[in-house]
């Protein structure tokens, strides 16, 4: 059952004629009318008359001026590759990109682990010259 803030809660959200309003809550509200036809038809009236002041109201549309900043402002397209010595220059940097990533790749590779098996050989040359390895090093 619909009670008279919830119908007035519609009629200025929807407007003055009860058929514009969502069909779900159409039959509450004609049956509100029915119950309390007063109260309805005032708030209803309010709503008409703000329908006519809008409908009243003249459409405002973006000058020519304003319409010519909008679409200067907007990004420009970027011009495609036309020939194919631009398609293939395009190609060949993404090309040596790559191969200089995979380039990097290697050399980090190869240093890192040289760096660290000269370090553990370096650590076990200095463990067997101080004889810090007597008796775990030997065969007998």
Do not use: C
């Not at 003055?16 to 159409?26: K, Y």
């Amino acid at each position: 059952m619909m009670n008279l803030d919830r119908f007035q809660t519609l009629a200025d959200a929807f407007g003055g004629s009860i058929t514009r309003w969502p069909v779900d809550v159409q039959d509450a509200a004609f049956a509100f009318m029915a119950a309390s036809p007063d109260a309805a038809a005032q708030a209803l009236a309010r709503a008409r008359d703000l329908d006519e002041d809008l409908d009243a109201a003249g459409r405002l549309s973006p000058g020519v001026a304003l319409r010519q900043r909008i679409i200067d402002a907007a990004p420009k397209a970027r011009r495609p590759l036309r020939t194919p010595f631009q398609r293939w220059l395009a190609s060949a940097g993404v090309g040596a990109g790559l191969a200089a990533a995979t380039a990097a790749g290697l050399i980090a590779g190869v240093n890192l682990s040289a760096a660290s098996a000269g370090g553990d050989a370096a650590l076990l040359l200095a463990a067997y010259s101080t004889d810090l390895l007597d008796g775990e090093g030997d065969a007998s």
